[in-house]
């Protein structure tokens, strides 16, 4: 197993496959871990791509008791991954959560950054802001917050089950909610973090190209965030499964590998 090290001795464990100096990096959404790409890895890796997939700090198999679990640091545990493996030129592609994390570790990235993609991003704001009226509210974010620390085991069941909009099977819903179950119970301060985010003008500044695909039935991150991403950023393209929730690399596997390796082919 592979970890990076970080502050105050805390490990974030990765996993590398291939060689060279450019990759596509998977960043994983709230509370999950690597093993949620699974459905597109070996899709990247015969498509001849170095892939690179870490947990965030807090998550799967990284240190669980990190003071600092924001986003920020989850992006700057992405930018040294970059450079201790040494990495030129990476796309980064951002799920949910991990789409936030995306954008602020591409603006520090700059040139060695080839593109961002964004899987259900939950960016450039999760919450309603001024001028930005998609998402929810702040009680709509306190409202979870309190629920999951009421009951965490029975509230992370539940929204294992809310992830997909196909009729998956049990065990891919228990799959989920395993990996959910990983992450430390402090991992809901990153959650916390969605209220205040406002990623506009960092969203705005990125000069790469950018594909924000939506899910059209997603029930965590509401799908005009999504569609929004193209009114700041005029390189980015949406690309709509108009029939996928929140995970459309497990609802439509096969149209989101070719969609993704198709865009990896432009930026690499």
């Known amino acids: ?104 570790a591409a603006s520090q990235l700059e040139q060695r950054c080839a593109g961002v993609v964004l899987t259900c991003g939950a960016t450039p704001a999760y919450l309603q802001k001024s001028g930005f009226p998609h998402g929810g509210t702040d009680q709509d974010l306190a409202d979870t917050l309190a629920a999951m620390a009421s009951d965490r085991v029975n509230f992370l069941a539940a929204l294992s089950q809310g992830v997909c909009a196909s009729a998956v099977s049990e065990q891919v819903i228990n799959w989920m909610w395993q990996m959910f179950l990983q992450a430390s119970p402090l991992a809901a301060r990153s959650l916390a973090e969605l209220g205040p985010l406002d990623q506009r003008e960092m969203l705005a500044s990125l000069e790469v190209p950018i594909m924000s695909i939506v899910g059209g039935k997603d029930a965590v991150v509401d799908p005009e965030i999504c569609r929004s991403v193209s009114s700041f950023n005029a390189r980015a393209r949406i690309v709509e499964f108009e029939n996928a929730g929140h995970a459309p690399f497990i609802d439509d596997a096969g149209r989101y590998n070719a969609e993704l390796v198709g865009f990896l082919g432009e930026c690499l």
């Open 1 to 104: 197993m592979a970890y990076l090290n970080r502050e105050n001795g805390g490990r974030v464990y990765y996993e590398d496959y291939g060689s060279g100096d450019t990759a596509v990096l998977l960043v994983h959404g709230w509370g999950m871990g690597v093993r949620v790409w699974d459905y597109s890895l070996m899709a990247l890796v015969d498509a001849g791509y170095r892939v690179v997939a870490l947990d965030h700090r807090g998550c799967g198999q990284s240190d669980k008791d990190f003071k600092d679990l924001s986003i920020s640091a989850i992006a700057g545990d992405v930018v040294a991954l970059v450079a201790a493996l040494g990495l030129d030129r990476v796309v980064l592609n951002g799920w949910s959560l991990g789409g936030a994390v995306v954008v602020a």
